[in-house]
Each structure stands twice: as C-alpha cells, then as structure tokens.
C-alpha cells in the first residue's frame, strides 16, 4: 500500500466552480501534511501546510485534515483557468516527503 | 526572492554516459532532497542532505550518488546511465532551523537519455 493515495482524475470544471481534491494516507504517525501546485514542466510549488486536523485557510485555498479518518482535503472556491495544474499531496514523515500521484485539474473560462 | 536553482535545465545524454546535475538551495537552507519524476509519475524521493551529510536514502540506484559541499549547493552524479533514467529531476531545500513548513522545489533538470 503507497503512504499516500490520490485520485489522478483528470478533474474538468466551469470557471468559478468550487474544486475539491481529496487524499488518503497510510500511517496515522504522519503529522504534517501539505498540498503542492505543479505546472506542466515546472518544479511542485507549496500551496498549503498544515499540521494539525481541521481547516487552514489561504485567499481562495482551504486545506483540511482529518487524523481520524486518515483524509486530507484542498477545497478551491471560486476557480480559476489559472489554477489549471496538477495538485499533489504529500506527507512529511520527519526525513522526508511522500506524495501522491497528483490530481490534473482543468478549469475552463 | 531567491528560490532554488538548478542546473542544467535540459540535458541529453546518450546510454552509458555520464551526467552530473546542480542544486543550489535558498540562501541559509541547510537541508537539501533530491527527486526523480517520471512523465505522469508523482516525485520519488532519492537522497537528502543536511549539514553535508546524508541524511536519508530512497529509491536512489546504485549507479547514482551525490553530496552536499560546505556551501550547501549539492550534486547528483550519475552513471552507466540506462534509458529509464529519464525523467525530470527535483532538487528542493528547507531548513531545519526555520522550522518545517514545506520544501520549496527548483524547477527541475530535464534528463533525456537517448
């Protein structure tokens, strides 16, 4: 079982929809959890951190954990063309980080 | 800000051959991770540094090594190098002085071997 499981898609939306991307991850000892933006050909780029369960909040970026159930969330409001990436999860085990495959998010004007 | 570099950009190579690829992390980043991306593939952790020291190993061959100098710039070094090595490969820095808040990654060096 990977340490990190993410549904690929491809995830297609209106421009202005609400886009939810969703994680599972393994070992329950995980304690900081981060969401990543990577454009095509381009380095992943940090978008949220979060170390506790609940809800952080970024401009139109919400992060959401939940320990119990082992599920990490990014929810988008508001979606742009420009949020049109792929968006990785990942786990930070103390060593090092493990992601998921990534969602391929289009967000179409 | 200055953010992480790497170098080359782009590299091709042909089977066997050689190729050393750069990382210089953010300025008083002192911990440094290596990352393979296959097309489509999530990153694949290979190496990280800290203090020029290994710190952690991953799924790194064997034909691959790397360090980290007393500037804390680090290089990859690979060898015999087999078509599957292709891929875009990711240097990212954090510190562990400034506490835990994500990587900040490079923008990668496109390894093709043909």
């Known amino acids: 079982q990977k340490e990190v499981e993410q549904d690929p898609g491809p995830l297609s939306v209106p421009e202005g929809a609400i886009v939810s991307l969703n994680c599972t991850y393994s070992?329950?000892?995980?304690?900081?959890f981060m969401w990543y933006r990577q454009y095509s050909r381009k380095g992943p780029e940090l978008l949220m951190y979060t170390y506790s369960s609940g809800n952080k909040e970024d401009g139109r970026f919400t992060a959401q954990v939940d320990k119990s159930s082992k599920y990490i969330s990014l929810f988008i409001r508001d979606s742009q063309p420009s949020d049109s990436a792929t968006y990785l999860c990942?786990?930070?085990?103390?060593?090092?980080?493990?992601f998921g495959t990534g969602t391929s998010l289009t967000v179409i004007p | 800000a200055a953010g992480v570099i790497q170098s080359p950009r782009h590299l091709i190579k042909e089977k066997r051959e050689t190729a050393t690829l750069k990382c210089y992390p953010i300025?008083?980043?002192?911990?440094v991770y290596w990352y393979q991306q296959g097309p489509g593939q999530d990153p694949q952790f290979l190496i990280s540094?800290?203090?020029?020291?290994?710190?952690d190993k991953g799924s790194i061959p064997d034909r691959f090594s790397a360090q980290q100098f007393s500037d804390y710039h680090s290089e990859l070094n690979m060898s015999s190098l087999e078509l599957g090595d292709s891929a875009l490969y990711f240097c990212?820095?954090?510190?562990?002085?400034?506490?835990?808040?994500?990587?900040?990654f490079g923008s990668g060096t496109r390894l093709t071997v043909v």
């Open positions: 990942a786990v930070d085990t103390g060593n090092q980080f493990y």
């Open positions: 070992n329950s000892a995980f304690q900081y």
């Open positions: 300025p008083r980043h002192d911990t």
């Open positions: 990212a820095s954090d510190s562990s002085r400034l506490g835990r808040k994500g990587y900040t």
């Open positions: 540094f800290y203090e020029k020291m290994q710190s």
